[in-house]
């Protein structure tokens, strides 16, 4: 992405997920912040009290640029901005980003080839457009703590910020789709993502199931993902991941292990995905008979995938992540950072980690500046 400038006005974690992939692979993304900064930069533990490692990780390699939208000097800075930009990305509610006149007709305007990228929690086409969304509140709404009572007979959250960061990813292929009609055809155009519809596609993926159909062929829930026994398997000293699922992997491990429950009625996938549940209770049975480090042994040689349950932190040390180079450190003034980077792989034009985090408003002269303005424009 060199050579494309990002003007980023978004806050939080979807929309600065999104172009931190952006600037890892090249952009020149500048963070427009209000003189308060990002709510992030306050949430999470850094070495400053305006760098949290959650704003660190999802903002780094950007430029930022301190920017009171509300004055005229704002207004003239962001309008310079957006007249050289490629991209304006914001995750502001409709009716917020109408209020100050950087809507899409007035952007547009202003650089017709502009790809205009809307970042909210509910679609503006709806009834529910002005409402505020959180990750907690969309994961609600489309139904992820409903499959995770059906799974553990609670209804939960799932751990991590699911919603924000499948969101992110899907702003950017949006707009990268977006950025590759304006090669061929010289076109700008705006795209809306938004949290509620983007994870209600993502759950309907495999839950969607007999609901898919006129009339419906069962319920809209994938019966594997939530049988109750669909969880790590303990072993004699610890617990294993280990999925026995296809016919190939079965046989295989049936014919190692021979447990005195196998069975013809679970001869084929077809029999045990209609009893999963009992399947996981009878391996689970089965597992505890040896150890982790045998389990582990047994399933390489078998090709069967299995996995040891590793925490957050363990995955700084893991030795394939490490030999594959994911983590990059980067000398910051407040010290080295290690990032985990990029996470695919370009033969002619891999990514890198960007660079640190910028400070508030560290770029601020040096962009005006870039755009012929005093640093009273801010």
Not at 26 to 49: C, L, N
Not at 213 to 224: C, L
């Amino acid at each position: 992405m060199s050579g494309i400038r990002v003007v980023d006005l978004t806050t939080m974690v979807m929309g600065p997920y999104c172009t931190q992939i952006m600037a890892d692979m090249g952009a020149d993304v500048i963070k427009v912040e209000p003189p308060e900064g990002d709510a992030t930069r306050y949430i999470s533990a850094g070495p400053a009290p305006d760098m949290s490692g959650v704003f660190v990780n999802v903002n780094r390699g950007k430029r930022s640029v301190v920017l009171d939208l509300r004055t005229p000097e704002g207004r003239a800075a962001i309008t310079a901005l957006i007249g050289g930009a490629d991209v304006f990305i914001h995750s502001m509610r409709a009716k917020a980003i109408a209020k100050l006149g950087l809507g899409y007709p007035e952007v547009a305007a202003l650089n017709p080839g502009i790809v205009y990228t809307n970042c909210y929690g509910y679609s503006r086409r709806g009834p529910a457009a002005d409402r505020p969304a959180y990750d907690d509140t969309i994961q609600a709404e489309c139904g992820l703590p409903a499959v995770q009572e059906q799974l553990t007979g609670r209804a939960d959250y799932v751990g991590t910020i699911m919603a924000d960061k499948i969101a992110g990813l899907t702003a950017l292929y949006a707009t990268m789709m977006a950025l590759f009609h304006r090669e061929r055809t010289g076109q700008g155009q705006e795209v809306e993502v938004a949290m509620f519809e983007t994870m209600a596609s993502f759950m309907l993926v495999e839950h969607a199931n007999g609901a898919l159909f006129d009339p419906p062929r069962g319920p809209a829930v994938y019966p594997r993902t939530v049988a109750p026994n669909r969880r790590p398997y303990e072993t004699s000293d610890g617990q294993i991941a280990a999925l026995i699922y296809n016919d190939k992997h079965w046989n295989a491990f049936i014919g190692a292990v021979q447990p005195e429950w196998a069975s013809e009625q679970y001869a084929t996938l077809a029999q045990r995905a209609q009893q999963i549940d009992t399947i996981y209770g009878l391996v689970a049975q089965t597992m505890k008979e040896r150890t982790t480090a045998q389990w582990l042994a047994l399933f390489e040689e078998l090709e069967i995938p299995a996995a040891p349950l590793n925490t957050p932190g363990a995955l700084f040390d893991d030795p394939h992540l490490n030999a594959v180079g994911l983590f990059e450190t980067v000398d910051t003034a407040h010290g080295p950072v290690r990032f985990p980077g990029v996470p695919t792989w370009l033969s002619a034009t891999p990514g890198r980690v960007a660079g640190g985090a910028p400070e508030l408003g560290e770029h601020t002269s040096a962009v005006l500046d870039e755009l012929g303005l005093g640093r009273d424009s801010a």
